[in-house]
């Protein structure tokens, strides 16, 4: 019941993400498999739809990073998952991944920092980073 209520919508949010529709479906289907085999040791005080957004989401971008496939514009996570299509649960898992990357970036030495920040959200290439540094 479960696999077939969410099934075509977790699958249209990795398409979002590896942009081929079969690749998103077994993105999907692997995830639910893990689902099944972690049955016993997930916390159900959660919604399931959440730690399978979670697990799609971190399948997608383990993919676009093995295969190489991405560019800034398939990253752009604003484009990729309009806050008009969330539902609440999405929401908290899309403010939690947000508050881990702020983290993640605050935690990048100062110097490494400003460019990453640069590149990613200014949208500068690296050239013009080293002559504006």
Known sequence: MLFRSHFKGLTHFAQRYVKDFETAKEIVQDSFITLWEKRDSIDLSKPV????????YNRSLNYLRDNKKFNKDILNFENLYPLSEQTPS???VVAEIDQKIKKAIEELP???REIFVMNRFDN???KEIAEKL
């Open 49 to 56: 739809k959440s730690y399978l957004t979670t697990t799609i």
């Open 90 to 92: 999405d929401k908290l």
């Open 110 to 112: 100062e110097k490494c």
């Open 124 to 126: 500068l290439k690296y």
